[in-house]
């Protein structure tokens, strides 16, 4: 579940006092705020006299923002590594959520892994944004794909940026064949992924077969849909004409790295 929202502003006050007393600040008196940014994913907060705070020092702050057009608050009530990153530059967030009878809830639903957490994520356009500094679940594309390695901000064993592959990976994920932000999957499918990189290696289970090549663009080409239920070959084929004769059995893995696939997957045909 992708939380899209705009981050305005920080309440350091009291519920920031061990973190704001770290850096010798007065507990009375709040300190100014510079600005506030996103490294990977932790907040980066700098004060107005140049000391700074990082994500696990915020536990407990409040952050002014704007999410879905209104103002909102979102506290900050903890912060972890991801034990499953094997970079050590993944923090995870549990974001909370202001309810209507004054209590927090946790704004993030459990991911495949049963976490309930998120992290900021600094986008730069593209799936379902125009850019700028997003929250993101660990249960949605974007959180998932940088769990699965794809970090849009480091680079790959090639020494090239990992971008356009998390951005692959998104497509992929939401099963958007199209590259036009139509989702064709459903919640719960199994998907296996893989890459040129070798940061993620397919499982090969034997109920799965190959299902499609993406790149930030969309799938290249596609073998078979992996929700039958919600749309067939020959009707992405006339809705995305970019997959007109690229369906079917022409759909191979070998047929996709021609024709510039960044990741592959399989799932049950």
Not at 232 to 238: C, D, R, S, V, Y
Request: charged share 20%; glycine share 14%; aromatic share 6%.
């Amino acid at each position: 579940m992708l939380r899209r929202v705009l981050l305005v502003g920080l309440a350091i006050g009291g519920a920031l006092a061990g973190a704001v007393s770290a850096f010798e600040v007065a507990a009375q008196s709040s300190p100014a705020v510079s600005s506030i940014s996103v490294e990977g994913t932790e907040i980066v907060v700098t004060l107005a006299d140049g000391r700074g705070l990082r994500s696990k020092d915020l536990v407990g702050a409040t952050l002014n923002v704007r999410f879905e057009g209104q103002p909102a608050k979102v506290r900050i009530a903890g912060v972890e590594l991801d034990p499953g990153d094997k970079s050590g530059t993944v923090w995870l967030h549990t974001f909370e959520g202001r309810q209507a009878d004054g209590t927090w809830a946790n704004l993030c639903s459990a991911g495949p892994d049963g976490r309930t957490q998120g992290f900021p994520l600094q986008t730069s356009g593209g799936q379902d944004a125009a850019g700028g500094l997003e929250f993101t679940c660990g249960s949605g594309a974007l959180g998932k794909c940088v769990r699965f390695g794809y970090r849009p901000w480091a680079l790959g064993p090639d020494g090239k940026s990992l971008a356009p592959q998390h951005a692959a990976c998104v497509r992929m994920v939401r099963g958007d064949y199209g590259g036009a932000d139509e989702p064709f999957t459903k919640d719960g499918m199994n998907i296996d992924l893989y890459d040129l990189q070798g940061i993620q290696t397919p499982d090969n289970a034997s109920d799965q077969t190959f299902e499609a090549g993406w790149t930030p663009d969309g799938a290249v080409c596609v073998h078979h849909v992996r929700v039958k239920e919600n749309v067939t070959l020959a009707q992405l084929e006339a809705r995305f004409p970019k997959l007109k004769g690229r369906t079917g059995a022409i759909c191979t893995e070998e047929f996709a790295r021609q024709n510039g696939a960044l990741l592959f997957n399989r799932s049950k045909d």
